[in-house]
Nanobody, 120 residues
Framework: QVQLVESGGGLVQAGGSLRLTCTAS????????MGWHRQAPGKQRELVAA???????NYADSVKGRFTISRDNAKNTVYLQMNSLKPEDTAVYYC??????????????WGQGTQVTVSS
């Protein structure tokens, strides 16, 4: 089993910045992809940013140029630096990770989420 713990959410004014951190722990063999999703009230969960173990990244169009995802493989940690925040970025942000077991099997894990609120 792999556990994901997020931190760094909070309340910030529009134009401000926050940095989210997600650390994986447990019986880790290899973490393939890691990423951040978000869900605003009344909306579906959406991908914000993702990063592979080799550092390839993917971003939602709405956050390109404002958010940066990075990871520290030695620490099993993924970060999301969020700059120029807008009220529409308000959501619960969830960390996700794809874990590959020694036999090649893969399982996706999710964190419990951290609230980000951007005031106008």
């Amino acid at each position: 089993q792999v556990q994901l713990v997020e931190s760094g959410g909070g309340l910030v004014q529009a134009g401000g910045s926050l940095r989210l951190t997600c650390t994986a722990s447990g019986s880790i063999f290899r973490l393939i992809g890691m990423g951040w999703h978000r869900q605003a009230p009344g909306k579906q969960r959406e991908l914000v940013a993702a990063i592979t173990s080799s550092g390839n990244t993917n971003y939602a169009d709405s956050v390109k140029g404002r958010f940066t995802i990075s990871r520290d493989n030695a620490k099993n940690t993924v970060y999301l630096q969020m700059n120029s925040l807008k009220p529409e970025d308000t959501a619960v942000y969830y960390c996700a990770a794809v874990h590959q077991r020694w036999n090649g099997g893969e399982t996706e894990y999710w964190g419990q989420g951290t609230q980000v609120t951007v005031s106008s």
